[in-house]
């Protein structure tokens, strides 16, 4: 080959991402992220800077602060205090220089809300789930996963990176699982993952039944609570708590990002299952540990929930009522057993069709949730009520809709 030789087909590298963004947009699920400010002390208003017009006042109904606990006193007094006393970062990962008295005590702390020896915090849900499924797994030879068909996508990149053999079973479906755990040989390591409260649906998995499999035979469990922890049981230790079953699980895990109102993950288990983690899982060894700020506001976030039931019972109150008006309207509202509150359009455009005519004319903040978030063909639109969304709110936002369902003659309630 001569110096100057330009190979035959060279790749077109823009073509190749300009035709993957194309599809997006062709099957109507290209994703708009809207560009908005939360005011402090008025949650669940805010700003959004979509027009040009400056900002314009909005209502935020999808966000997963589902107790506004991100702007509640104590959390910002705590997270003022920590940036004062301590400075931004926590200037390293937990080995080398960043494992601050605030993460210790903050692990303490979920320990306890879980019934657990230990807890271990990381950068976030996300990460929690990845780096212990993907190490458990490498941990335990020849371990099989049992994951739950509606699993989060964090646990399913976890489960893919361990490398084992996975079962999916289908979603809360406790004599499919058995059937796959039969199947297999007793003396395999074998381990359950699933969810409390499954996001999209808004169902519970039952987590004693699978507790019971488990037991007969013979399996580890590991329980994602971030739709849970802050907003279930007495202390909000999720429905593991509720339920009476956190001390049959072998590792529950959940979110400081979304009920606790301010960033980061974490799993709560035996001091033994904390301590493999900690010394063998990527994901929380090679990344610099959480700001301490951070985690001076969820502590101070997760020990006010344990005290304090009025922003559960608000939320509970809040999702029932806009449950009922849904459902007066004929608006075909998803059964739930929990906060969410989810409207099924069925097709990607039409969702994203409600949700800009919601934002333009009507300043409600909604996103439309499409594939592969939830499966093709089940788009929707989910609401997620809470303390701060009060009644005259949730009116106006139920006439909204039915306009918008006359006028784009969308499907009412069966
Ligand atoms: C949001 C979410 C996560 C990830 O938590 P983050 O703290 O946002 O990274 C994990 N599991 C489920 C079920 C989630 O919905």
Redesign the pocket.
């Known amino acids: 080959m001569s110096i100057d030789a330009v190979p035959a087909r060279s790749v077109d590298y823009n073509r190749v991402f300009a035709q993957a963004i194309d599809r997006l947009h062709e099957e109507g699920r290209y994703r708009v992220f809207i560009d908005i400010l939360r005011n402090k002390g008025q949650f669940p208003n805010a700003r959004c800077f979509a027009g040009h017009n400056g900002p314009k006042p909005i209502t935020v109904w999808c966000s997963?602060d589902y107790l506004a606990m991100g702007q509640h006193p104590a959390v910002i007094a705590a997270m003022e205090e920590a940036l004062h006393d301590v400075g931004a970062g926590s200037g390293g990962t937990r080995n080398i220089g960043g494992n601050t008295h605030y993460h210790i005590d903050l692990e303490t702390e979920l320990a306890d809300l879980h019934d657990k020896e230990a807890a271990l915090l990381f950068t976030?849900?996300?990460?929690s789930?990845e780096a212990t499924l993907s190490t458990i797994a490498r941990i335990l030879p020849g371990c099989i996963i049992f994951s739950d068909e509606l699993n989060?996508a964090?646990?399913i990149a976890g489960i893919r990176h361990s490398g084992c053999e996975k079962r999916v079973f289908r979603h809360n479906d406790l004599a499919h699982l058995e059937h796959l755990l039969a199947a297999e040989d007793p003396s395999v390591p074998k381990l359950i993952a699933f969810?409390s409260v499954y996001?999209m649906d808004g169902d519970v998995a039952p987590i004693h039944a699978i507790c019971d499999l488990a037991d007969k035979y013979n399996a580890l469990t590991y329980l994602?609570e971030?739709?849970a922890v802050g907003m279930y049981g007495a202390r909000g230790g999720g429905i593991s708590e509720r339920d009476d079953a956190a001390s049959r699980l072998t590792i529950v895990e959940g979110?400081?990002?979304?009920a606790f109102g301010v960033?980061?993950?974490y799993i709560a288990a035996d001091r033994t299952v904390i301590d493999v983690i900690r010394s063998y899982a990527p994901g929380f060894i090679f990344t610099t540990s959480l700001s301490p700020v951070l985690v001076a506001g969820a502590l101070a976030s997760v020990r006010h929930l344990k005290g304090s039931t009025a922003e559960r019972e608000g939320q509970q109150a809040a999702a029932a009522t806009l449950k009922t008006l849904f459902a007066d309207a004929g608006l075909p509202v998803m059964d739930t057993t929990t906060h969410i509150v989810p409207l099924m359009v069925g097709d990607p455009v039409k969702a994203k069709r409600i949700s800009d005519i919601l934002l333009r004319e009507y300043g409600v903040y909604v996103q439309p949730i499409n594939y592969p978030t939830v499966p093709r063909g089940t788009e929707r639109l989910r609401f997620t009520p809470g303390p701060a969304h009060d009644t005259a709110m949730m009116q106006e936002l139920t006439a909204a809709l039915v306009e918008i369902w006359g006028r784009l003659e969308l499907r009412k309630a069966a």
């Open positions: 997963n976030s849900g996300y990460v789930n989060h964090s646990m969810e996001s994602d971030v739709h979110t400081l990002g979304k960033m980061g993950g």
